[in-house]
């Protein structure tokens, strides 16, 4: 060995001068643990004391890109310019210390703009399906995730598959009836009929569950009191702006239930429609009593009924005397007067009942001429003597009623079409008429019992159909 070439060693070549970008040096295989860059386009956040107040997120410009693979950071480095000078890549200035949370939102530290897991959404279980008392039976699924037929044993065919459903124990069985496709599409794609949607549940609807819940709260988890009947009516009129005087008006384009604890709201309800509209629906009605009369369907019942209704005042003694659901519903404005009913005709005595409002839900229809609200009443068969009484008077006068009321009848539900009279009316504008939709209470405690003990039940469907009895009424009317 030549101790001249330990003394002198040969000094290797000089290096050309490098063409690569600080960008490619970043991204360069060679680096395999460098955090991964900006844009090149992108300024670098300022580590001085003032950048802990940045936000944590960018989103301001759309060419920032939290994270690149290696495949789109050699696709930048090569359709970007940049000066072919050689630099060595920025340092990084100190930072100052940061909990780990901040830590986590800092692109220079972590090269990932962190997001917070979002919460998953489910959706709410109603009321009827909630348990209170730890001794009664678990929550009920949905009435949707209550399967009404097998849909396997449906055969698949190029139509559209309806299935008819009735709730009377000796009517006919559900029959599938098949209903040609006209344009030559199919609904069935080769798994069977179509699905209401990804996870094959009908979502529920809103107007409709607030209804539900509102009857279920009300009505099923109250207990029968002895002598009282409960009421559920929905009449049909218009919401009117006390500060107007006009029909309220709402930056809404469909139904909505009106908030009752809005103090800014000042809204009465005024429960009637015109003479013409009237006779309208009166037509509609004696029509679709007609036509309820072919085989397959049920059956409407027609009623008409000629009745007087007279007011009395009650005594201090006899407000004591009634039951505790109807003292604690009482209005603090005025006592509840006892309705005595006579038949016009013959002058029989029908009814005496003392009728307290418990509590009210109004739906403003903007769609329509007219909206609705559903009320809970409570009714109380009076048994007294009533002949020391004072008569009630509305304006000065007796208050009476004289009723002309048609009556129409469908499985649970009811449609009241009235005429009152007063009993010095002179012309036909004294005349007030009137359109109500009852719900049968019993039918609602026992399928929300139902309900709520975990068996099958249709308590959503009655509400529904509830509610669309008062939708075809106020849709029909058009004048």
Not at 448 to 470: I, K, M, T, W
């Amino acid at each position: 060995m030549n101790i001249n070439s330990l003394m002198n060693p040969e000094e290797p070549p000089p290096r050309k001068a490098s063409t690569v970008s600080p960008a490619q040096q970043l991204q360069s295989p060679q680096q395999p643990h460098s955090a991964p860059p900006l844009h090149p386009k992108v300024p670098r956040l300022s580590t001085s004391s003032t950048s802990s107040h940045a936000p944590s997120h960018i989103h301001e410009s759309p060419s920032i890109i939290p994270t690149i693979s290696p495949f789109r950071a050699s696709y930048d480095s090569a359709v970007t310019s940049s000066p072919s000078v050689s630099s060595p890549p920025p340092k990084r200035m100190s930072q100052p210390s940061r909990s780990p949370a901040k830590r986590a939102h800092s692109v220079e530290d972590a090269g990932v703009i962190a997001h917070k897991p979002k919460r998953i959404k489910r959706e709410p279980t109603p009321n009827w399906a909630q348990v209170a008392d730890p001794s009664r039976p678990p929550p009920v699924p949905l009435w949707q995730n209550i399967p009404r037929y097998n849909a396997s044993s449906v055969p698949r065919t190029n139509s559209v598959q309806t299935v008819q459903m009735t709730e009377r124990a000796d009517g006919p069985k559900p029959t599938i009836q098949q209903m040609p496709i006209t344009n030559g599409g199919s609904l069935s794609h080769g798994a069977g009929p179509r699905e209401p949607s990804i996870n094959n549940v009908i979502p529920h609807e809103e107007l409709t569950r607030q209804i539900a819940d509102f009857c279920f709260k009300e009505v099923v988890l109250r207990e029968d009191y002895p002598g009282v009947a409960v009421e559920v009516e929905a009449k049909v009129g218009q919401i009117i702006d006390k500060n107007t005087n006009d029909r309220i008006r709402l930056p809404v384009l469909t139904e909505t239930v009106l908030s009752q604890s809005d103090p800014n709201l000042r809204i009465v309800f005024k429960s009637s429609v015109t003479l013409a509209q009237h006779k309208f629906l009166n037509d509609t009605l004696n029509d679709a009593t007609k036509k309820s009369m072919m085989p397959s369907r049920h059956k409407i019942a027609y009623k008409h009924r000629h009745e007087c209704d007279t007011f009395y005042d009650l005594s201090q003694a006899a407000l004591l005397r009634l039951p505790a659901p109807l003292r604690q519903s009482m209005n603090a404005r005025h006592n509840p007067t006892l309705r005595v009913t006579t038949n016009q005709k013959t002058g029989e005595l029908l009814a005496k009942i003392v009728k307290v409002r418990r509590c009210d839900l109004n739906v403003y229809s903007p769609d329509t001429l007219y909206d609705y609200r559903i009320s809970i009443n409570y009714e109380y068969a009076f048994e007294e003597d009533y002949s020391t009484f004072e008569p009630s008077s509305e304006g000065g006068k007796p208050k009476v009623r004289n009723k002309d009321r048609l009556s129409y009848s469908h499985q649970e539900y009811q449609i009241d079409l009235t005429q009152v009279t007063p009993p010095d009316s002179t012309s036909v504008e004294d005349k007030q008429h009137e359109l109500e939709v009852e719900l049968s209470t019993t039918a609602l405690r026992e399928q929300g019992n139902l309900a709520r003990s975990g068996q099958p039940s249709y308590y959503e469907d009655l509400v529904r159909g509830f509610v669309d009895n008062v939708r075809t009424l106020t849709r029909a009317v058009k004048m």
